[in-house]
Nanobody, 125 residues
Framework: QVQLVESGGGLVQAGGSLRLSCAAS????????MGWFRQAPGKEREFVAA????????YYADSVKGRFTISRDSAQNTVSLQMNSLKPEDTAVYYC??????????????????WGQGTQVTVSS
């Protein structure tokens, strides 16, 4: 059983930055594709970013490309999301997720097997 715990959310003004972290335990971290998703009030959960097992390839939603950076640290069993130039529309609960399967879609929430509890990010205008 994999446990994922997010941290780093908070309140920030538009144009500011936040760094989210997700600590993984209970499994073999290098075996998982790791992703970040978010869900705003009244909206469906949406893909934000993902990183492959090796960390060599990353994927981003168009809405965050150029502003957010995902990375993983296999020594620490963590995945991070550096968020710059934040906008009010980035306000959401952000979730970390782990995908154990091979060949599944990196951008679909249905591909991911384990989820964290989420961390709130609020961007004020």
């Amino acid at each position: 059983q994999v446990q994922l715990v997010e941290s780093g959310g908070g309140l920030v003004q538009a144009g500011g930055s936040l760094r989210l972290s997700c600590a993984a335990s209970g499994g073999t971290f290098s075996s998982y594709v790791m992703g970040w998703f978010r869900q705003a009030p009244g909206k469906e959960r949406e893909f934000v970013a993902a990183v492959t097992r090796s960390g060599m390839r990353t994927y981003y939603a168009d809405s965050v490309k150029g502003r957010f950076t995902i990375s993983r640290d296999s020594a620490q069993n963590t995945v991070s999301l550096q968020m710059n130039s934040l906008k009010p529309e980035d306000t959401a609960v952000y979730y970390c997720a782990a995908d154990l399967d091979y060949g599944s879609s990196r951008t679909s929430s249905e591909s991911y097997d384990y989820w964290g509890q989420g961390t709130q990010v609020t961007v004020s205008s």
